[in-house]
């Protein structure tokens, strides 16, 4: 995991986005996060992170995705009865 400690001392607001999100710093920033965590980072996005006083955080693209899958294979097993299973397959990346 990458994690640029650059925000304030105390996070009091968090932008998530799964995956491949780094472009959407701008996003957080805007809505006046203290700190965005993503899946994938990018060089770029950590330097405007730094220059805008927010953490940044890359937890890897895998590992942000599988969270939500994860959660609604148990949501439609509750919900309908359905028996699932999530095969995990971890990429490296």
Do not use: K, W
Not at 20 to 39: H, N, P, R, V, Y
Not at 43 to 68: C, K, N, P, S, W
């Amino acid at each position: 995991m990458v994690l640029d400690r650059v925000g304030p001392e105390r996070v009091r607001t968090l932008g998530i986005i799964s995956g491949s999100a780094a472009d959407s710093l701008d996003e957080a920033i805007g809505q006046g996060c203290d700190a965005f965590l993503t899946g994938e980072p990018r060089e770029h996005v950590m330097a405007d992170a730094r220059e805008a006083g927010i953490h940044f955080l890359a937890a890897g693209h895998y590992a942000t995705e599988t969270l939500g899958i994860r959660a609604l294979g148990d949501r439609l097993a509750e919900r309908f009865g359905v028996e699932h299973v999530f095969v995990d397959l971890p990429n490296p990346v």
